[in-house]
């Protein structure tokens, strides 16, 4: 039997699911400030256990709280995810079938391109070219910020990725949708977005998981076939550098 839920949980899970996403020093704030509103016992380590109870009880509704990393800065992010809707259906509510076209195609373009970016010049290329109905540029660059806004993506000098948020949701949909085109890290093994690719044996690794992996190697070589790492690895202190 799952331990039962008290007020703490379904007021966390609430605030959870209203931030869309939650990173991981902001719910363990969230974890304590909720215990100590609703006089729930509390103890800063038992955060994990503490989202399992909520699992527990979101399983029959097919939901859960899943943890996934930035693929920036290796952060720790919590998400309330549907397991039932594993498409880009679960965007419906929220817009039209002209945006979520424009959406699904953004997509392509990011998880199809070489570095996990696509820039906002292809992006607004897009709009003229949709099924449903054509999109003026101006419109779709609204639409692009709202993407942003509600961390579907995000933006860096002009160029677009997935959010961590759209990663932790859409992960397993992704993995299945772009069977043979979508990368996983040979590190941590969930989906890489935006990675580094070994030129010679063509394995993928995220940013964090490279500076993590070539920490306090004297030579960055690849976990796979042992050749010179080529790519730029900024933030990796070597030994003998
Ligand atoms: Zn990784
Ligand atoms: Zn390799």
């Not at 509103?37 to 859960?64: E, G, R, W």
């Not at 910020?145 to 990663?167: A, M, P, Q």
């Not at 992996?213 to 080529?230: A, L």
Request: glycine content about 4%; overall charge negative; proline content about 2%.
């Amino acid at each position: 039997m799952a331990a039962p839920m008290t007020d703490a949980h379904r007021r966390f899970l609430q605030i959870l699911m209203s931030n869309g996403i939650t990173e991981g020093s902001e719910a363990r704030k969230l974890h304590q400030h909720c215990c100590e509103i609703d006089k729930v016992y509390y103890a800063h380590d038992k955060l994990d256990d503490f989202i399992s109870t909520i699992n527990s009880h979101l399983q029959p509704l097919f939901m859960q709280i899943r943890k996934g990393f930035s693929e920036d800065d290796g952060r720790a992010h919590y998400v309330v995810v549907n397991l039932v809707e594993t498409e880009v259906t679960r965007m419906a509510s929220d817009y039209t079938e002209l945006e979520l076209e424009l959406f699904r195609r953004i997509m392509d373009l990011i998880i199809l391109s070489e570095n996990g970016f696509a820039s906002s010049t292809d992006i607004l290329n897009l709009a003229d070219q949709l099924k449903t109905k054509k999109m003026k540029k101006k419109e779709a660059e609204q639409v692009l910020k709202v993407f942003v806004e509600d961390k579907w993506l995000s933006e860096k000098n002009g160029e677009y990725t997935l959010h961590t948020r759209c990663i932790v949701d859409m992960e397993q949909y992704i993995l299945s949708h772009y069977q043979d085109v979508a990368r996983k890290c040979y590190i941590c093994h969930s989906l890489a977005i935006q990675s580094q690719v070994c030129e010679s044996c063509g394995i993928a690794m995220h940013l964090p998981c490279v500076r993590k992996y070539f920490r306090g190697q004297t030579e960055p070589r690849c976990p796979k076939c042992n050749e010179f790492w080529s790519c730029d690895t900024p933030g990796v202190s070597r030994m003998g550098s």
